[in-house]
């Protein structure tokens, strides 16, 4: 069974830095591709990163060269740093494992203004 866990939320001023963290057990996290989403209140839940097996990234218009998504193998943990935050990036943010289609809890991002 794939249990996937974010951690590293929290509330930050507007222009400050977050990084989040996504450790994965029961899969490997350099085998499949990996996802950051977020969901804000009454909003559907939307992508904002993705990093693939062969280490490929793809990342929403609205958080390109602001938010980096990256993989540590040997911790089988999948990261994104937010840089630059915005009140408009304030969210629950979640992990998704593409090849189980598992989703953890997800984590609480609030930016200030």
């Known amino acids: 069974q794939v249990h996937v866990v974010e951690s590293g939320g929290g509330l930050v001023q507007a222009g400050g830095s977050l990084r989040l963290s996504c450790l994965v057990s029961?899969?490997?996290?350099?085998?499949?591709?990996m996802g950051w989403y977020r969901q804000a209140p009454g909003k559907q839940r939307d992508m904002v990163a993705i990093?693939?097996?062969?280490?490929?990234?793809n990342y929403a218009d609205s958080v390109k060269g602001r938010f980096t998504i990256s993989r540590d193998n040997a911790k089988n943990t999948v990261y994104l740093q937010m840089n630059s935050l915005k009140p408009e990036d304030t969210a629950v943010y979640y992990c998704?494992?593409?090849?189980?289609?598992?989703w953890g809890q997800g984590t609480q991002v609030t930016v200030s203004s």
């Open positions: 029961g899969s490997i996290v350099s085998l499949y591709a």
């Open positions: 998704h494992s593409f090849g189980s289609n598992s």
């Open positions: 990093i693939t097996s062969g280490g490929s990234t």
